[in-house]
């Protein structure tokens, strides 16, 4: 998406170890126009008369998820993060590790808003390594709901995350690949 | 709002401790339609000419915070939970008590995205003994922005959080205001 590999060259920061923020207009500020025009990319690309929920994660997937839900028609679910294992039985759980806080976190949902009759659009702010999709996976997985595709805005392809998943059969559709960081400038995949 | 009224009434569940559960549509699961057409009801209190910027709270504020924001025409920044008081000097912090969880939190929001020049709508979920918005407007005051309004989906009048800020001369509007829960039932304000 043309529009966003402009503003990331525009207004990200890129700082050492090879991280990118965009916390002007993705993950803190949020510029809604832009976020909100994701949904007409991924609905090019994905059959949007399937897709009845849309599947996020806290914090920073649910403003990007609730735009794209609300443009696409349909409702928007997102895992919490959970501080405990010990959690009850109306949740499908996930362990996912998190290499930005270093630590492990549980993706957890309730189960009584995703089910086997759903058709679910996962959708995330950014794919690195791929943890936190494929915990968002595992919910989708326990839930029996069928997955569409997953959406992603911002992909670290240097970090290979999305291609293992595309090579596993999975849908992934990014707005915005980042092949290379050098000298912190960000190359983008054609 | 009477359509936001009936959808308490109709799919929020009471629980004991006057807890009012409304994660099938507002803050786990969200309608984004309805949520959206928030949007609306606030435009016709507040003058949404002079808004040009949303704040709000994670995690359940964004979902509305983002989509009231698109429908402004307006960008959405939320402040974030920290766990540490040391912070750096980059960040306004506002301390609040959560009730909820029986615990304090340091809201945090960087400088960079809020300034004297904002004209803020502060938008939250959820307003009760009014901890959390205090925080954010403590956040607004820090910045030097214009503070316009408070926008919340549901008030829970008999905690008088809300009351109390209309007192201090905050234009504090909520789209459902909770007065009285009897029997598990709720009652709305006229």
Not at 38 to 60: G, P
Not at 109 to 134: T, Y
Not at 135 to 145: D, F, H, K, M, N
């Amino acid at each position: 998406m043309k529009e966003l590999e402009e503003r990331i060259a525009k207004d990200a920061k890129v700082l050492p170890g090879d991280i990118v923020k965009v916390d002007g207009f993705l993950n803190h500020r949020v510029d809604c126009q832009l976020v909100a025009s994701f949904a007409d990319e991924f609905a090019k690309h994905f059959d949007a008369s399937k897709i009845d929920i849309v599947v996020t994660a806290e914090a920073s997937g649910i403003a990007i998820g609730a735009l794209v839900a609300y443009k696409l028609g349909v409702p928007m679910v997102f895992a919490k993060k959970a501080k405990s294992g010990n959690l009850g039985d109306e949740l499908y759980k996930a362990n996912v590790h998190s290499y930005t806080y270093n630590k492990d976190v549980t993706l957890v949902l309730s189960k009584q808003w995703l089910n086997s009759s759903n058709h679910v659009l996962i959708i995330d702010d950014f794919l690195a390594n791929g943890e936190a999709v494929r915990g968002l996976i595992e919910l989708v997985r326990q839930s029996g709901a069928t997955l569409e595709g997953i959406g992603i805005a911002i992909e670290k392809g240097f970090q290979h995350g999305g291609d293992k998943l595309r090579e596993e059969g999975y849908d992934v559709y990014s707005l915005a690949i980042i092949d290379e960081i050098n000298d912190l400038h960000v190359k983008f995949r054609d």
